[in-house]
DNA sequence: GCGACAG
DNA sequence: ATCTTGTCGC
């Protein structure tokens, strides 16, 4: 399946320029689902004042099937990011990274297809398990899955539940945690996606 | 066969 | 994801 020759292309050392643009992702759905909306923010990175905002909409061409979400909601963020005029320096995608079934969760699949540093920063899990993370800012426990670490359960903030951090494409693991810890300031979720998350729910 | 299951 | 107000807790 193309997921299991694409995730092969998945590189996973950091090969990130100077990151001077962090890039929110997400994807909300309108009229009963049957239209898909995506959402791209982009913050000047570290200041994370908001640079552009994007949205594009589509009507919705796959169900909701996990492990499928990329199927799903790629398009209509394509379509949004080619309507940006700041080019991003790195992607924060809502949803996993490698840390999926077939190591090629939505995060990894934007990051192959363009070629930009990404990573997947998820609420809850697809696959894999972690020990307790302690509740201090910047605490992680690795995420396993089928002995392999593919990705980290991150304390964002205190008195929280975790946030799921897996590499998408061109970072480390390492280095991604850095990242989000640098994206989020007094939430749960990183700025980026605290954007994106409001221009693809019309709130 | 029985659960689990990103958004 | 989405349907939805107030409310419990830090």
Not at 8 to 36: C, M, S, W, Y
Not at 162 to 187: D, F, N, Q, W
């Amino acid at each position: 399946m193309i997921q299991e020759t694409m995730s092969g292309r998945v590189l996973k050392q950091d090969h990130v320029d100077p990151v001077r643009t962090v890039a929110g992702v997400d994807v909300g759905f309108e009229e009963r689902n049957t239209i898909t909306r995506a959402a791209v923010v982009v913050l000047h990175f570290p200041s994370l004042v908001v640079l552009e905002e994007s949205v594009a909409r589509r009507p919705t061409s796959f169900p909701y099937v996990p492990g499928f979400l990329s199927f799903r909601e790629l398009p209509a963020v394509l379509d949004a990011l080619q309507q940006l005029v700041v080019k991003p320096d790195l992607f924060l995608c809502d949803g996993q990274g490698i840390a999926h079934p077939r190591r090629f969760g939505i995060a990894s699949h934007l990051g192959v297809l363009t070629n930009v540093p990404s990573v997947g920063v998820a609420k809850s899990i697809l696959v894999g398990k972690h020990g307790e993370v302690p509740d201090k800012r910047g605490a992680w426990q690795p995420l396993w899955h089928r002995e392999e670490i593919v990705g980290a359960a991150l304390c964002t903030r205190v008195k929280t539940r975790p946030v799921y951090i897996s590499i998408g494409h061109r970072i480390t693991l390492e280095t991604a945690i850095e990242y989000v810890m640098r994206c989020t300031t007094k939430y749960r979720l990183p700025e980026t996606t605290r954007h994106a998350d409001k221009l693809a729910s019309n709130r």
